[in-house]
C-alpha cells in the first residue's frame, strides 16, 4: 500500500511537471526588458521567448512576431528548442509508461512486463527533467552574463523571465516524479522474492504419516486367523 501510494505521488509530480514544462515551451517570457540606468521609464517593454518576440505598450497594446526563419536563429536558440520540445515529448511518453506500469491500474495485470514498465516511465521522467534543465540553466547564464557585461548598452540588457522560474520548477518536479517512482518499484522489486517463499512455504504438503513398529503388531486378526499352537482362536470363545 506504501509504494502504492509512492508510485501515485511520483506520477502526479511527473504529470505536474509535463504541464509546466509545456507551458514553459510555449511562453515568449524568457527574457524580459531591464529596467536600468536610463531605460528605468520607458513606454515600451520587450519580451523574448522560443517561438516568438513580443512589445507591450504602456497604452495596453500586446504585439508578439513569430520567428518566422528556422535556420536565422541563434545556434542556442535552436538548441533549446530541440531540446524543449524532446523533454516535452519524453515526458509524455514516461506518463504513459507509468500509467500502464503502476500497481494501481489494470494494464496488464498479473504480468511480469508490469513492474520495469514503471521503473522505465520513472527513468524516462528523470531524463526529459535533465533535458528541460540544460536548456533553462543556459539562458539564464546568458541572462546573467549580458546583464553584468559592462559593455553591453543598457537598452539591450534583459533579465530573467517568468517562463524561466516555471522551466525550473517543472523540471524539478519532473525529476522527483521520477526518482520516487523508480525508487517505489524498486521496493517492491525486492520483497517479491521473500513473499513468494512464505506463500510456498505456507502451501507446502504435511509428510505422509507412518505409525511407529510396536504398534504394527496390535490390529485385530481376523476370525480365520490361526494362533501360533495351530488352535484356531474360535476355539478359545
Not at 509530480?13 to 520607458?42: D, K, M
Request: net charge positive.
Amino acid at each position: 500500500m506504501a509504494s502504492m501510494a509512492v508510485q501515485l505521488l511520483g506520477f502526479f509530480l511527473g504529470l505536474f511537471g509535463l504541464f509546466g514544462t509545456l507551458v514553459a515551451t510555449v511562453l515568449p517570457h524568457w527574457r524580459r526588458t531591464a529596467y536600468v540606468g536610463s531605460n528605468i521609464i520607458t513606454a515600451t517593454a520587450y519580451m523574448k521567448g522560443l517561438w516568438m518576440e513580443c512589445a507591450w505598450h504602456s497604452t495596453g497594446i500586446y504585439q508578439c512576431e513569430i520567428h518566422r526563419s528556422q535556420l536565422a536563429l541563434p545556434r542556442d536558440l535552436q538548441a533549446a528548442r530541440a531540446l524543449m520540445v524532446l523533454s516535452c515529448v519524453l515526458s509524455t511518453l514516461a506518463a504513459i509508461l507509468s500509467a500502464v506500469g503502476m500497481k494501481c491500474t489494470r494494464c496488464v495485470r498479473g504480468s511480469s512486463a508490469k513492474n520495469p514498465l514503471a521503473v522505465s516511465g520513472g527513468a524516462s521522467f528523470v531524463i526529459a527533467g535533465i533535458l528541460g534543465l540544460v536548456p533553462i540553466s543556459w539562458s539564464t547564464n546568458d541572462v546573467i552574463q549580458d546583464f553584468y557585461n559592462p559593455m553591453l548598452p543598457n537598452g539591450m540588457k534583459y533579465e530573467i523571465g517568468q517562463a524561466i522560474y516555471v522551466g525550473f520548477v517543472s523540471a524539478g518536479l519532473t525529476i522527483l516524479g521520477g526518482v520516487l517512482l523508480c525508487l517505489s518499484c524498486g521496493e517492491v522489486q525486492n520483497h517479491f522474492p521473500y513473499r513468494a517463499q512464505i506463500r510456498h512455504a505456507t502451501h507446502r504438503a504435511a509428510p505422509a504419516y507412518h505409525p511407529p513398529a510396536a504398534y504394527k503388531g496390535n490390529h485385530n486378526p481376523s476370525s480365520s486367523s490361526a494362533s501360533s499352537s495351530g488352535y484356531r482362536l474360535n476355539d478359545y470363545v
